[in-house]
């Protein structure tokens, strides 16, 4: 079946770039997702990338797709404090009846 | 405002009582389903509804029920919680068709079944 791998912990300094990476195993899946938990809140859709496109840019963040090898990644430009938090990857299962979700990442940032 | 609400927020309970968590949305969304969140796990969907009166099991269906009788709600039933159900739940809607439809999240529910 579908599966979504991250790495589970991510540190940086503020002002550092933050670089978050995924593999998923559906090459059929056309949409690709980040989603962003703050503590104690939902799950907020932060940009997503249709499987054509190779790099999704939108203000700090910026997705790149390499489909051959079904790696997805979230840079983080100029992190900030308010940018800690877990994030998650997903694709849409074949049937677009279920988002199948990584396990996220956590990212924290120091000051 | 476009939002999908859940209540309770938090809950404590015992084994063996019956519960019951809502879920309503007012975007008129077709599809709608439910996640549990647990540590390690990432987030694994319970059931969905792809319409009224339509329903189907997700990846981690036993030990729940749901029901959709309208389009806005998607009540989450545990007819006899047990401590493995102890979680992070979520509610989620999306319109249908279009795989790149944003799918809006509620705002959780922490459940604690002793």
């Known amino acids: 079946g579908e599966d979504v791998e991250q790495s589970l912990f991510l540190s940086v300094r503020e002002g550092d770039s933050s670089v978050i990476n995924c593999t998923y195993t559906d090459s059929s899946s056309t949409y690709l997702y980040w989603y962003k938990q703050e503590p104690g809140a939902g799950l907020q859709l932060l940009t997503y990338i249709f499987s054509n496109m190779d790099m999704k840019q939108d203000q700090r963040l910026t997705v790149l797709l390499n489909k051959k090898d079904k790696h997805l990644s979230l840079r983080i430009a100029d992190t900030q404090t308010g940018d800690s938090a877990i994030y998650f990857c997903?694709?849409?299962?074949?049937?677009?009846?279920?988002?199948?979700f990584g396990k996220g990442t956590t990212l924290s940032v120091s000051s | 405002e476009a939002q999908v609400t859940q209540n309770p927020r938090y809950l404590i309970t015992v084994t063996g009582k019956k519960l019951t968590v809502t879920c309503s949305q007012n975007?008129?969304?077709?599809?709608m389903s439910w996640y549990r969140q647990d540590p390690g796990l990432g987030l694994r969907q319970i059931y969905y509804?792809?319409?009224?009166?339509?329903?189907d099991k997700g990846d981690v269906p036993e030990g729940y029920k749901v029901s959709r009788k309208e389009k806005r709600n998607f009540p989450l039933i545990l007819e006899s919680p047990s401590p493995n159900q102890t979680s992070l739940y979520f509610c989620a809607s999306r319109a249908q068709g279009a795989m790149n439809t944003e799918a809006f999240f509620g705002q959780g529910t922490r459940l604690t079944v002793v």
């Open positions: 975007m008129n969304h077709e599809y």
């Open positions: 997903a694709e849409m299962d074949q049937a677009g009846t279920a988002l199948i």
């Open positions: 509804s792809m319409n009224v009166e339509v329903t």
